[in-house]
């Protein structure tokens, strides 16, 4: 299995705090690759330099053998590389197709001016975007309620619906950041399913998790990341008996 996306020597630092020192990794093509490591350890930062949402001060991101490093997250997700956002707060009363027709709309494809302007490009631009839309609800199991406002789902339903978001934008690679966090364990089970079967369709998929269960269950490889790099890399049990690892974690995290 081959890189699709490569990071090399990646450098940020915030008010002179170096977060990141020469991250370097690389996630194999139709791999499910977890990044753990303790609290602060950069990962979030990491995925903002993979996504675009940050310009690092150092070091190179490729995705697909294509540098990204300075590409405007936008671009990056035409090229298939989509993260996966919390909602937006702003649409409470959109509904579910809605939202993501909006998400839909927000890549670039080259109907998107037509359907401003009307005609029949632009026609043609919407039904396929809802026809999209409609697939992935399905995919989801969201198409009861596709027709509810976001606000009337559940915490678990509107995970979903981030998820829902990122897959219209038909990524090769999605990037989670604690995609679980703060939902309950039947809806993180739901969730994992998901993840498992989006893998199987293809989509290589970078998830960072505290859950070690659930990186254990659905991460290989996975990358560990402690003080601005990578520590080491293997499968999830080669990991937890790395010495080297516990004593990263230990005393450190907070949250546990
Ligand atoms: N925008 C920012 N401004 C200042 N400091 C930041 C900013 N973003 C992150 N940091 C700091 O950078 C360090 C690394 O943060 P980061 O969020 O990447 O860690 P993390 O590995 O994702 O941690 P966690 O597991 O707690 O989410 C932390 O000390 C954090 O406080
Ligand atoms: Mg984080």
């Known amino acids: 299995?081959?890189?699709?996306?490569?990071?090399?020597?990646?450098?940020?630092?915030?008010?002179?705090v170096q977060v990141l020192n020469g991250a370097s990794f690389e996630?194999?093509?139709?791999?499910?690759?977890?990044?753990?490591?303790?609290?602060?350890?950069?990962?979030?930062?990491?995925?903002?330099?993979?996504?675009?949402?940050l310009l690092p001060q150092g070091g190179r991101v490729s995705f697909a053998g294509t540098d990204i490093?300075?590409?405007?997250?936008?671009?990056?997700?035409?090229?298939?590389l989509v993260?996966?956002?919390?909602?937006?707060?702003g649409f409470p009363r959109l509904s579910v197709f809605d939202h993501l027709m909006?998400?839909?709309?927000?890549?670039?494809?080259?109907?998107?001016?037509?359907?401003?302007?009307g005609g029949r490009a632009g026609r043609?631009?919407?039904?396929?975007?809802a026809e999209t839309a409609l697939s992935v609800a399905r995919r989801l199991k969201l198409d009861h309620v596709i027709d509810n406002?976001?606000?009337?789902l559940s915490g678990g339903q509107k995970k979903l619906v981030e998820i829902g978001r990122a897959l219209m934008a038909e990524p090769r690679m999605i990037l989670f950041d604690e995609p679980m966090a703060?939902?309950?364990?039947?809806?993180?089970?739901?969730?994992?399913?998901?993840?498992?079967?989006?893998?199987?369709?293809?989509?290589?998929?970078?998830?960072?998790?505290?859950?070690?269960?659930?990186?254990?269950?659905?991460?290989?490889?996975?990358?560990?990341?402690?003080?601005?790099?990578?520590?080491?890399?293997?499968?999830?049990?080669e990991v937890v008996a790395d010495k080297a690892v516990q004593e990263a974690y230990l005393g450190v995290r907070h949250d546990a």
């Open 124 to 129: 043609q631009h919407e039904e396929r975007l």
């Open 83 to 89: 993260r996966s956002f919390q909602l937006a707060r």
């Open 182 to 237: 703060g939902v309950n364990p039947t809806l993180s089970a739901q969730i994992a399913e998901h993840l498992t079967a989006l893998n199987e369709e293809g989509i290589t998929i970078c998830l960072i998790e505290h859950d070690m269960a659930m990186v254990a269950r659905l991460c290989d490889p996975v990358i560990v990341m402690a003080e601005g790099r990578k520590m080491t890399e293997g499968s999830f049990a």
């Open 149 to 152: 406002p976001v606000s009337a």
């Open 69 to 80: 490093t300075r590409l405007p997250p936008r671009e990056r997700v035409g090229l298939g």
């Open 27 to 53: 996630v194999r093509q139709g791999t499910v690759t977890g990044l753990i490591g303790p609290n602060g350890a950069g990962k979030s930062t990491a995925i903002n330099a993979i996504s675009g949402a």
């Open 102 to 117: 909006l998400y839909g709309q927000g890549h670039p494809g080259e109907g998107f001016w037509q359907s401003l302007t």
């Open 1 to 16: 299995m081959s890189a699709l996306l490569t990071v090399e020597g990646l450098r940020h630092g915030f008010y002179g």
